[in-house]
């Protein structure tokens, strides 16, 4: 690919890799990425196969690489300091977060050098319900950039100023608002790692601030989510992931060109448009 230079003697674009993203966001040159999406570890003990998930254990694949959280910030600052190298100024990032370490991700993005766009707040439809304080039914997203002039935003990608809902409100207002109400997605009967965005969230952000043929990186790739919707809507992408069975997981929906992957019945093929 000649107008990344992505060093094709190590990684190629349009291909993910069982790999440190620490080892592997050494590997490409400065400049080389459009937009990061990612969802990185929690580090707050997360236990994959737990009761309260309503999940079926013997789908969910095994292998979550927690982050200690002491260790936290030291982690947040490597590998946000490689993401500001390898993106371009007119680049994007989103960096999903619970509260918990929402902290450090700050801190962190204010020290590698990143200006801070939107402070996103994604509100979904079920929380794991507690005893002594109130659920926990939403997700932090930073929206940040390199360079706040050059950044690419594209404020009528999904609607324009004219389109209206029944009761004559601006659908583009509502979806350019800073709160997202989007369902989380079940798998049901399907493979699954323990966490994911689901799509609606992860299309909304490659149409506002991304072009076909741009390169989107994920760090921590886990089931492959962001590859396979850049590739099913003419992005291209990169990405690591720790874990080999989650890697292999999402090599095996990006090469079969499937969204969702069946336990017990052969492989269909599932397009996610963008809109």
């Known amino acids: 690919m000649e107008e990344k ?8 674009i349009n291909d993910i890799y069982n790999m440190d993203c620490l ?3 050494q590997l490409l040159p400065n400049n080389s990425i459009d937009l990061l999406l990612t969802d990185p570890p929690f580090a707050i003990d997360f236990k994959a196969h737990r009761a309260n998930y309503n999940r079926t254990q013997d789908r969910v694949l095994s292998g979550y690489n927690e982050i200690n959280a002491d260790d936290y910030l030291k982690f947040t600052r490597c590998w946000m300091k490689e993401a ?3 993106l371009s100024e007119s680049s994007s990032a989103f960096v999903f977060s619970g509260w918990n370490n929402l902290k450090d991700i700050l801190i ?3 020290e590698v050098g990143f200006i801070t766009v939107n402070h996103i707040i994604w509100k979904y439809q079920f929380g794991v319900v507690c005893k002594r304080r109130f659920v926990t039914s939403h997700y932090h997203c930073l929206f940040l950039c390199k360079d706040d002039k050059k950044r ?5 990608a999904r609607y324009t100023a004219d389109e209206r809902d029944k009761n004559g409100g601006s659908l583009r207002y509502q979806d350019l608002e800073d709160v997202w109400n989007i369902k989380r997605e079940y798998w ?4 699954k790692t323990p966490t994911k965005l689901p799509a609606d969230l992860i299309l909304k952000i490659l149409h506002y601030t991304s072009e076909e043929n741009d390169v989107v990186l994920d760090p921590f790739m886990g089931s492959g989510q962001v590859a396979v919707l850049s590739k099913q809507n003419g992005r291209k992408y990169i990405g690591f992931e720790i874990v080999k ?3 292999d997981f999402a090599k095996e929906r990006l090469e ?5 992957i069946s336990s017990n019945k052969p492989i269909a093929a599932t397009q996610i448009d963008l809109f």
């Open 108 to 110: 962190a993005a204010d």
């Open 245 to 247: 069975e989650y890697c």
């Open 188 to 191: 049901h009967g399907d493979k």
């Open 152 to 156: 690419k935003f594209f404020n009528s």
């Open 5 to 12: 230079a992505i060093r094709s003697d190590v990684l190629k």
């Open 84 to 86: 500001y190298r390898v």
């Open 23 to 25: 080892v592997g966001m």
């Open 256 to 260: 079969s060109g499937s969204y969702r």
